[in-house]
């Protein structure tokens, strides 16, 4: 009579039997794998926000609906001006009287109310950076709030490391506020994220660019650092050669003599020519009740 | 006289069934934590910014006005059919068209009073962030408000008189929906339309009830002043005649309606 062992190794048999489980183990993290690779940047999820995790794909169309209600609160709760048929009609008077269609702007420390529908519409959509520039415009230039600004771009910046935009619009934050040097380190991280290859040079890029090299240039220029000053002069120059004003500002430097405008005042002016352009409001609605284009003191939508 | 004492009694028993009931509390607790949620909510920083909360606020009034005062008067009438009480209530000196109007004023006071503790709460909200609301304003707001929740319980009981209470209440949603939605900018769509389309938009124009008439959400919040009385007046004129209409055809379709023991069964 032979005893049978109390343990045996597995046999063919046995391992060809844990064979599917395996594969089906190997083919599943593959597959969790690839799908982890080529997801579209675009399609991925937002990396913490439990909101964003609950809206889903909603919360992009969430994000340009509050930035529009910011828009709203904007004109005053009224909106753009609609053309609309039955004026006379009883019924769409009284509703004219009951809700008022003037179109009005908020101003100055009232556009703080704008606000709270740009920070709801970055924590839905954390990439809209339209949202962040808008924000931190009126907190710096309308409320007088640079901290909050910057604490806004930093979030910014925390959600969309390589964009330009923020960085550039952090710099413009600090040189409103007179802090030189940070502002210098913000322009430089700026153009080395707008130099990036893979970026498409568009128009838009160009101009931001230009913007930027201005006011490095400009605040190199203002530190005697004229080799680096030039340098973003002619880089200004091959964007845009038709704007001869460098050149003869790049010849000046090299012949050691006085700018016709002092570099921080010319950072100073263009500084304020950005936001009145910034602050424009040309929307139908005012050229019914102006005969020119004016410019007002609002973000620009 | 007895006739008002009667539609009062009504009323009463309406109510007192209304506050028993749980519904209200809930919808209360959920829409009021959103508000809440929201004005708590610190963004950068800027503690005195009360647009945003008074006008989610309003928003979440006329959100839970709108849910309870359809729900609530669409199952009056149906689960008194329903449960067969409507027979005890019938073999009293009372008359159809006081009950219709007995369940519709005891739906629209609960209604009312609980949107009023609604605007209270977003009031003290905003008051607590250093806001201010001009109290005429709110009162005109208020006063609107409650002639649009006239309006709809109105309509709903109207259904109720001849469908199930799911019926009614779905298609009262839905018109009441459509004329906050839509009606408002059909004028927009009119100028834009031609033909066929543009008389469609028209008749619905005309068809629909105009509760934007009734809307001072945007007064209120960005602090227009007062509405001019006479269109104060219009208003609320316009809300009592709707009122009145709808309640009348409810009265006419319920005088008119047969019961059977039978068929109420099957309910």
């Known amino acids: 009579m032979t005893e049978r062992p109390i343990t045996r190794c597995a046999s063919s048999s046995d391992a060809l039997r844990f064979l599917p489980a395996a594969a089906f183990l190997a083919f599943f993290c593959l597959s969790c794998r690839i799908m982890e690779t080529s997801a579209p940047a675009a399609f991925a999820e937002p990396r913490d926000s439990a909101i964003s995790r609950i809206l889903g794909s909603t919360r992009l169309l969430a994000s340009v609906h509050f930035v529009e209600t910011a828009d709203r609160y904007f004109h005053r709760g009224i909106g753009h001006r609609k053309e609309r048929a039955m004026e006379d009609h009883p019924v769409r008077r009284l509703q004219k009287a009951i809700s008022p269609e003037t179109v009005e702007h908020v101003y100055g420390y009232d556009m703080r109310e704008l606000v709270p529908w740009l920070w709801f519409a970055v924590e839905v959509n954390p990439e809209n950076v339209d949202a962040y520039l808008i924000g931190a415009y009126i907190l710096s230039r309308q409320i007088e709030r640079p901290d909050a600004a910057h604490q806004l771009l930093q979030k910014g910046a925390w959600e969309n490391p390589m964009d330009y935009r923020i960085a550039s619009e952090d710099a413009r934050v600090y040189l409103r506020e007179g802090r030189v040097a940070d502002a210098m380190k913000r322009f430089e991280a700026a153009l080395a994220f707008a130099d990036r290859p893979q970026l498409v040079l568009t128009d838009t890029l160009k101009e931001e660019k230009a913007s930027i090299l201005t006011y490095l240039g400009l605040i190199y220029e203002s530190q005697n650092r004229t080799d680096d000053a030039i340098r973003c002069y002619a880089r200004i120059l091959e964007l845009f050669p038709e704007r001869t004003m460098w050149r003869d500002r790049i010849e000046d430097i090299r012949a050691n003599a006085a700018p016709s405008v002092l570099a921080d005042r010319l950072w100073h002016d263009t500084l304020r020519k950005h936001d009145q352009e910034r602050g424009v409001c040309r929307h139908e609605e005012h050229h019914h009740h102006h005969e020119e284009e004016h410019e007002e003191d609002g973000p620009h939508y | ?267």
């Not at chain 2, 009360?50 to 669409?74: D, H, K, P, R």
């Not at chain 2, 009023?116 to 304003?137: D, H, M, N, Q």
């Not at chain 2, 006063?143 to 009262?172: F, P, W």
């Open chain 2, 1 to 267: 006289m007895k006739k008002i004492a009667r539609i009062l009694t009504l009323a009463k028993i309406v109510l007192r069934g209304q506050i028993r009931r749980k519904d209200i509390y809930v919808v209360f607790m959920l829409l009021g934590a959103v508000v809440v949620l929201i004005a708590s909510s610190d963004i950068l920083g800027l503690s005195s910014v009360v647009t945003y909360v008074l006008e989610t606020g309003l928003l979440a009034a006329w959100i839970f006005g709108w849910i309870l005062g359809i729900y609530s008067a669409a199952r009056e009438l149906p689960q008194e059919e329903t449960r067969g009480t409507i027979f005890s209530l019938l073999a009293k000196p009372v008359t159809r068209g006081e009950i219709v109007v007995g369940k519709w004023l005891g739906c629209w006071c609960s209604v009312a009073a609980a949107v009023a503790l609604f605007y209270a709460l977003v009031v003290a909200l905003v008051l607590e962030r250093g806001g201010f609301i001009s109290p005429f304003v709110l009162f005109q707001a208020f006063a609107l408000h409650a002639g649009a929740l006239a309006v709809m319980t109105s309509l709903a009981v109207a259904l109720s008189t001849r469908m199930n209470q799911d019926a009614a209440a779905t298609l009262a949603y839905i018109v009441t929906g459509a004329s906050f939605l839509l009606v408002p900018r059909i004028p927009e769509f009119v100028f834009r339309e031609a033909g066929l389309r543009s008389n469609l938009f028209l008749f619905l124009y005309h068809a629909l009830p105009h509760f934007e008439v009734l809307d001072m959400r945007t007064r209120v919040t960005f602090g227009f002043g007062p509405a001019p009385l006479w269109a104060f007046a219009a208003s609320l004129a316009y809300a009592a005649i709707l009122t009145i209409f709808f309640l009348a055809v409810a009265t006419w379709l319920y005088e008119r309606k047969r019961f059977s023991r039978s068929e109420l069964a099957v309910l």
